[in-house]
């Protein structure tokens, strides 16, 4: 079965990086598009990256761009965010999201940016 796992959430510190990561298992990996989305309390769950199957397509909501990057690794079925420059408004649960003629979510990761 499909299976996404998130990992690499914690506590920083406004201005810090993380690099977060999420392996995939039960597709075809290398064939399809990723995306990262992020929900913060008392919003909406909001698109953050999305990279095409290959790699070679990126694209990032305005409030990321320059800080975040969205990157993949085929050979190991793994799609991963770095973010730096992180502010708190970056706080949120992360979640990386499939979409395999049916939507697939993994169980998000917290990230926390507060001094």
């Known amino acids: 079965q499909v299976q996404l796992v998130e990992s690499g959430g914690g506590l920083v510190q406004p201005g810090g990086s993380l690099r977060l990561s999420c392996a995939s298992s039960?597709?075809?990996?290398?064939?399809?598009?990723m995306r990262w989305y992020r929900q913060a309390p008392g919003k909406e769950r909001e698109l953050v990256a999305a990279i095409s199957s290959a790699g070679g397509i990126r694209n990032y909501a305005d409030s990321v761009k320059g800080r975040f990057t969205i990157s993949r690794d085929n050979a190991k079925n793994t799609v991963y965010l770095q973010m730096s420059s992180l502010k708190p408004e970056d706080t949120a649960v992360y979640y990386c999201?499939?979409?395999?003629?049916?939507?697939?979510w993994g169980q998000g990761t917290q990230v926390t940016v507060s001094s």
């Open positions: 039960g597709f075809t990996f290398s064939m399809f598009a």
């Open positions: 999201y499939a979409d395999l003629r049916g939507d697939y």
